[in-house]
């Protein structure tokens, strides 16, 4: 196996593929990538079972064949090498040869043989969606995910195929996140991913120019493949909460409120709520203002906001970070925040749309 | 005690000052910032007993007083508001207000009187340098003074002034890094700064406009002013080891060579090198060439590089850490590197000027 490629373009894939290295594992050979010369390709492939990224490239093969390489090691040579053509061969089935100009490097690797192989999934039952979108619909989910691996079901985000509509769930038992959006499909499906496979899936096809993510679903897989890369994740196993009978229909009071402000606001009042349980900040809604106030042994704040309210005043209280982290990902200038009592959940939505509803459980005032 | 002042003008002060805030103390107080409104301004002061940082601003001053608050909270609440005015007050001898916009704080706060005073320097013993200059003269020190507290003095960088003389010191048993440069001055003192001021010290100075530092002496401590900035150190005790006898005079070899092919080759020879001990990397001296090999359990590296030489050829071994680190500080595009034997030192100076002198015992191969 003896091939040579533009240093950038190797190390492009070696970035992309890294991702899925496993860190924390025993078998030497999962902590690798591995590389395969074919006609004029290399396929880069890694893996820590869970989730598995193979990514292809064009290059000079000037005879055919397949290693594992340490990951860490590799990237770091590969990243320091200078940018011109690398060429890579292994001499024997434990040493590989790297040069770049004057930079000479043996490097022991594996047999790649012993490299797990990653699943095959059939291309039959897939669709599409854009990049942009999927990367939105990510982003306005995946950190509504549990971190409480006792339900992993709950560790993973929900996509909803059905036909046309195309959803995608998370909640955590104190919150909900749901983003609706629309793709072509005659799929009828409900998958769950686990929040890894879409927070490096993220990062991934944010660098990626192409337009569409094709997403591939077999029984216990998901594959999403666009350029030349394909990222090949388990689906998380069990039913997935029935999360429509959680999000109320109705509401007593709809506040109209700046994102923007509204985020400023909790994110000071929250300076002092952190020291104290929760990151308790309580909300007064009244016609002309909702006031946030939060306080703790070293001190306590008050902050105003004005406000559009429609329907009855109301006090309830928060915990801050279950509000920063949504606004954070709201991309509207105003919000609907919809109450009913200071025990139900809030809901907000943007103002102009309905594609994404995010939802927080309240908590209990002592004063209740 | 009240006042008023821009958010930004307050928060960039608060930055200048929070860098000498102590972080691991058991005295409250210390984690402080001490305000005082007096006249037309406000002074911040912090301080972890060994290094000071005093900044005055200009603030609109209802009435005079001052108060300690905790740095850390006092530095996330002001960087958190919105760009306007802050109006500051306190309240009782243990609150302070803090109001900006709509948004208001009650903060616990210290008593001002607690608060360690900074020590007085006598403003005689003292001389300029450019702010450029100094920074660089840091740069290329700092790095090399010793972590190892069990000789405290070598913690530190030598200041050694000798009317327009000024050279800066600093060496940790394996390398020395010795930087002249000029200053205008009637004193001949040598003073030991600690590393953590001059490094402090170089990131205040670096967003500073000012052109010039103000340094004055005393007997324990030295100041430095620019702007409307001081930082007080206190000097470490002892004699300075008479560094002028380490740096030999003569050389046997000398190669003239590219100092960014020397990093890059360095670089890379060490992504094995530091898997084994001492970081070693080998070089091979010829006429035509310097080879660079390392290697260890993993792999072996070999790297070329073009060179001038006069003199002997030689084969010699270095920590490569010890060569990094004094490459990366090189501003000149070529350097000297003189040998003299395989176990004395390697000398490193610029081509065009004899500004910067910076030596690397060798570690003994185990052939000699």
């Known amino acids: 196996m003896h091939f040579s490629c533009p240093q950038r373009t190797l190390l492009n894939s070696i970035n992309i593929v890294q991702k899925s290295v496993s860190t924390r594992t025993t078998l030497p050979i999962l902590k690798g990538i591995y590389i395969e010369a074919q006609e004029h390709h290399l396929k880069l492939v890694a893996t820590d079972l869970e989730v598995g990224i193979e990514n292809l490239l064009d290059a000079e093969i000037i005879s055919e064949g ?50 797990p192989e990653l699943p095959s999934i059939d291309d039959k039952s897939n669709f599409s969606i854009s990049n942009e979108l999927f990367r939105n619909m990510i982003r306005q989910t995946v950190f509504a995910t549990s971190q409480d691996e006792s339900r992993p079901i709950l560790t993973g985000v929900l996509m909803e195929i059905d036909e046309d509509s195309f959803n995608m769930v998370a909640l955590d038992g104190y919150r909900l996140a749901l983003r609706k959006g629309k793709i072509k499909s005659e799929l009828n499906r409900k ?44 689906l998380l196993e069990g039913e997935f909460i029935n999360y429509k009978q959680i999000i109320p229909k109705e509401y007593k009071s709809r506040v109209k409120i700046n994102t923007k402000s509204l985020l ?18 309580k909300f007064i809604v009244s016609d002309e203002n909702m006031v946030i106030t939060s306080n703790s042994e ?24 279950y509000f920063m982290d949504a606004l954070k990902v709201f ?10 009592t200071n025990i139900s959940p809030v809901i907000f939505k943007p103002v102009s749309n309905d594609h994404y509803t995010y939802l927080v459980l309240p908590i209990r005032l002592s004063s209740n």
């Open 298 to 321: 070293l001190g306590k704040v008050h902050e105003e906001i004005i406000i559009t309210l429609e329907g009855e005043e109301i006090e309830i209280a928060f915990n801050s970070k």
């Open 331 to 340: 991309d509207e200038e105003e919000i609907y925040l919809n109450f009913t």
């Open 66 to 115: 397949a290693f594992v390489i340490d990951a860490k090691l590799f990237g770091e040579i590969i990243r320091k090498l200078p940018d011109d053509d690398v060429e890579i061969k292994l001499i024997d089935s434990n040493q590989v040869f790297i040069k770049c100009q004057s930079a000479e490097f043996n490097v022991l690797c594996h047999n790649a043989e012993d490299f």
């Open 264 to 281: 400023n606001s909790i994110e000071r009042a929250s300076l002092l709520a952190k020291e104290g349980k929760n990151n308790l900040v």
């Open 191 to 234: 998958v769950v991913i686990p929040s890894r496979t879409l927070t490096e899936l993220s990062r991934i096809i944010s660098n990626d120019d192409e337009e569409d993510v094709e997403i591939c679903l077999s029984e216990n897989h998901a594959q999403f493949r666009f350029s030349n890369t394909k990222i090949i994740s388990r």
